[in-house]
């Protein structure tokens, strides 16, 4: 099934501005108003996750391993996609922005500080500091493979990792720090309790997030 991220930006007075690189194929629209929506088919890369989970590991130096031989349960353009995600990740543990030292993906000691430097941690793709953040809907079978996946793994750093493949401007920083504050099982049940049978919408702001029902 296909979903969709529908990236929303307040733009605050730029009259026009382009997508940089989506997940392919990509249905976009972008207007002259001040509120522009971006459709990015995301579904393969979502829908990936609970596959890929035991090919994902955190290495003795804290960075994350995305293992080789999960091209034989993926494609090599989704593992691709992947390896570009936890690459980003890995970088902003190496710069302290991102940890794994809870054993899960969370905010660094120096987030606060980098988070307010010019284009170092931004939620918006069209690469300035003024959108309020994505919406990313699931329908009722993807919802329940996510759950699973979150369940399963018992970390959200793939989820983290999966959202950045599938919005490559968006930093995994900006992620790690919406969803942080759930952790995992909350993640996993607030997917459920939103769940009515039609899916859910999982809303990322900065600095938190939110589900809505389908």
């Known amino acids: 099934m296909k979903k969709t991220a529908i990236i929303l930006s307040s733009l605050l007075g730029f009259s026009a501005l382009a997508p940089t690189v989506f997940v392919a194929p990509v249905s976009a629209s972008v207007t002259s108003e001040k509120s522009s929506i971006v459709q990015v088919e995301a579904n393969e890369i979502f829908d990936a996750l609970d596959d890929l989970q035991p090919y994902i590991s955190i290495e003795s130096n804290g960075l994350y391993k995305l293992d080789e031989k999960a091209k034989n349960v993926v494609s090599e353009e989704i593992f691709n996609k992947y390896k570009v995600a936890f690459d980003k990740i890995n970088k902003d543990i190496d710069k302290g ?4 030292k809870t054993g899960d993906l969370t905010t660094g000691p120096r987030y606060e500080l980098e988070k307010n430097k010019d284009n170092v941690i931004t939620p918006n793709v069209f690469g300035n500091a003024y959108a ?83």
């Not at 922005?97 to 794994?100: G, K, N, R």
């Not at 329908?139 to 493949?165: D, F, M, P």
């Not at 919406?178 to 997917?191: C, D, M, P, S, Y």
Request: glycine residues 12%; hydrophobic residues 45%.
């Open 97 to 100: 922005v991102l940890s794994t």
């Open 132 to 214: 309020w953040g994505y919406a990313i809907t699931f329908n009722h079978a993807e919802t329940v493979t996510q759950v699973k996946a979150l369940r399963s793994s018992g970390v959200a750093g793939g989820l983290i990792a999966a959202i950045t493949a599938a919005i490559p401007g968006l930093q995994p920083a900006t992620v790690a720090a919406a969803l942080g504050t759930a952790g995992v099982n909350g993640i996993a049940q607030l997917f459920e309790n939103n769940d009515k049978g039609r899916g859910v919408t999982l809303n990322l702001h900065a600095g938190y997030f939110n589900f809505t029902s389908n």
